[in-house]
């Protein structure tokens, strides 16, 4: 007979992202905005109340040309609090449940990813990350969307 313990499990889960003209995207797959992207993913994608989880926010720009002041916010569940971020060239800024992250110029190709380790919240099993990725640059070709 195997033996359980009562610690609740956590798994990543993600939530519908509202764009213009009535679309919507999943923020654990590509969400884009132009030739934006961005992706977030959990490790572990399930853990304990005990352990920390790292999130990884992985934004891309498929061009047709840099960017600038590209602007990344994580909204955090109620009760998750921010251990560390390590995010190379981004400028990051904690504000209570928001994770605001700027990079002042964003090449063709992925940005160095943002890594925040969170401690999850006590007593919720279920908890929802959303992440966005905007940028002023125009998509100036979207017949490549």
């Not at 499990?9 to 009535?22: D, E, N, Q, T």
């Not at 921010?82 to 928001?98: E, N, S």
Request: glycine share 8%; with cysteine.
């Amino acid at each position: 007979m195997q033996e359980y313990s009562a610690v609740p499990i956590y798994h990543l889960s993600v939530k519908p992202i509202s764009r213009s003209a009535g679309r919507s995207a999943t923020a654990a797959a590509a969400y884009r905005a132009g030739e934006l992207g961005v992706a977030i993913t959990s490790t572990p994608t399930q853990a304990s109340e005990l352990e920390p989880l790292r999130l990884d926010i992985t934004a891309s720009n498929g061009g047709p040309g840099a960017s600038g002041n590209a602007t990344a916010i994580l909204e955090l569940p109620e009760g998750v609090t921010i251990v560390h971020t390590d995010a190379a060239g981004w400028d990051c800024q904690p504000k209570l449940q928001r994770l605001t992250c700027t990079l002042p110029n964003f090449p063709i190709g992925q940005a160095p990813v943002i890594s925040v380790t969170v401690t999850p919240a006590l007593g919720v099993t279920t908890m929802t990350f959303n992440v966005s990725l905007s940028a002023p640059t125009t998509d100036l070709d979207q017949t490549n969307n």
